[in-house]
Every structure is written in C-alpha cells, then in structure tokens.
C-alpha cells in the first residue's frame, strides 16, 4: 500500500517536467513568430504604417489665406483620400486707373469677383499637386467712364474727328467674361498637410479658359469731321458713318482681346490644418 502510493506521487511530479520539456521543443515564446522554421521577433513581421497614411474622407481641413492674379482670396481644403483632397474659396480685388486709347480717356475700374473649386492630386503624397478645377463664378469685369476733352481729336477706326466745344464726346466701355471657366493649376504646398504639420505655404500657377472676353464701348456727343472739304458737326449717335466707324473700331478691340481667352492663374498663400 505504502509502495503504491509512493508510485503516484513520483508520477505526478514527473509528469509536468516531462510536458514541459517537450512544449519548449515544439513551442516559441510569444515575442517570436516562426518562418521558414527561423524565429523571428514579432515586430519584424508587421508593417507600420505612417499615421498620415489612415487619414480618411473628411478627416482634417484647413484654411488659408492668399494672394494672387484672381486677387486676394481665401480658401478651404478637406481630404477625400490619402493622395487627393477637395478644395474651394473666393477672391475679390478691385482697383481704378486712367487709360489713354486713340484720343478717348478711359476712367476704367477694374472689378474681381470669383469662385473656384479644385481637385488636388498628390502624386507623391507629398507638397507638389496637381489641380484640375473651375472658376464656378466669374464676376471678373472692367468697366469705364469715356471722355474726349471739347476740341481735342481722337480717332476711330482711322477715321479723326473733333469733339465739341459744346457738346463733348462722352461714353461708356466695358469688358466681360464668361461666368464660369474650367481651370488647370500645379503647384506646391498642401492646406491639409500629410505630415502632421499644421502650417505650409502653398504656390500655384496654372490658367483658366475664360472663352473671348467682349469688347463693348458707346459712345454719345456731338463729334465733328471733313468730309470731301466741308466741315460737318454731327450727334455721334445718329451719325451712320461714326457708328460704323466705331462698330469697327470695337471689332478690333475684340479680336485683340481673344488673346487673352486663357486668363494666367498665380497665387501664393499661407494656410493652417486644423
């Protein structure tokens, strides 16, 4: 009875060494994963990455500030993914100045006013983008108050004439675009930035195909020319031949003008990821 319970109890203990012994053969510590029958230590085998990297649609906006051909403006990016975000704002800028063109004096005033929304496309994830885009508003104009002083000449369509001692040649000009245009733009710099910084300087340079600004000026007073050797004093409104004088004058000025049907984008701002 004695030696029977003796057996037992050696049994018992022996057990255990030998279930260790051999789960240490078979078995790797959990620091460690197996490959290729090497252990290697488990963070080997895992893949980090970047915390930029997880940025998902909406995640982070910010807003900038800049200052450019458009004008002054201000704007606002969120991201839709890794590599792209989205992007909108608006510039305004007006200013004034005088301008001489064959004898007529031109109080033009110049006036912006425009939206935009972009696509950004970080190749790289990095500053350098490209942006395919619209002018969504294109308020951009210029208009201007014209004037001949009376007695000085000016000259429409090769044609001279005299304004008035009485009754002075005065009118208006102007020049529009179309209201929305696409747009193209490159740049560096990125408003929501991947890095994890919060502030960055974005530049761009691009253009954007306004389509052929319009030319329009008229014209009312009283103008007056030789023809043939007789002098002749004439309201320009109702004279035939000085409004086809400056129908043509005008057309000139238009086709000029398609010149500038692609409007040069450039801008420099400063912006803030929140």
């Known amino acids: 009875m004695h030696r029977l319970a003796l057996s037992v109890l050696v049994l018992s203990l022996a057990t255990?060494?030998?279930f260790a012994q051999q789960s240490s053969s078979s078995l790797v510590a959990p620091e460690f994963l197996y490959s290729g029958g090497s252990a290697f230590p488990a963070a080997a085998a895992v893949t980090t990455m970047p915390p930029s990297a997880t940025r998902t649609a909406f995640s982070g906006v910010g807003i900038g500030v800049k200052a450019g051909l458009l004008g002054v403006g201000v704007e606002v990016a969120t991201p839709?993914?890794?590599h792209v975000n989205?992007?909108?704002?608006g510039n305004f800028m007006s200013y004034s100045d005088t301008l001489t063109s064959d004898g007529i004096s031109y109080n033009a005033a110049l006036r912006f006013r425009s939206a935009e929304a972009s696509v950004d496309w970080f190749p790289w994830a990095k500053g350098f983008h490209i942006s395919p885009g619209a002018l969504l508003y294109n308020g951009n104009q210029i208009t201007a108050g014209a004037s001949v002083?009376?007695?000085k000449t000016f000259t429409l369509d090769g044609t001279t004439y005299t304004s008035s001692a009485t009754d002075p040649v005065t009118g208006t000009g102007a020049v529009t675009m179309n209201k929305t245009a696409?747009?193209?733009t490159v740049g560096w710099g990125?408003?929501?930035?991947?890095s994890g910084r919060h502030f960055s300087v974005p530049v761009e340079i691009g253009a954007a195909y306004i389509g052929d600004p319009k030319v329009a000026v008229t014209l009312a007073g009283t103008a007056c020319y030789t023809y043939e050797g007789t002098p002749y004093c004439s309201a320009?409104?109702?004279?035939?031949?000085?409004q086809s004088n400056l129908a043509a004058q005008v057309q000139k000025l238009n086709?000029?003008?398609?010149?500038?049907?692609?409007?040069p984008l450039l801008s420099l701002g400063f912006a803030y990821r929140f």
């Open 190 to 194: 990125n408003l929501v930035p991947r």
């Open 86 to 89: 989205i992007r909108g704002g």
């Open 182 to 184: 696409p747009k193209l």
């Open 236 to 242: 320009v409104a109702t004279n035939s031949m000085i």
């Open 149 to 151: 002083p009376a007695g």
């Open 80 to 82: 839709l993914s890794y």
């Open 255 to 263: 086709k000029d003008a398609e010149d500038a049907r692609f409007f």
């Open 16 to 18: 255990p060494a030998g």
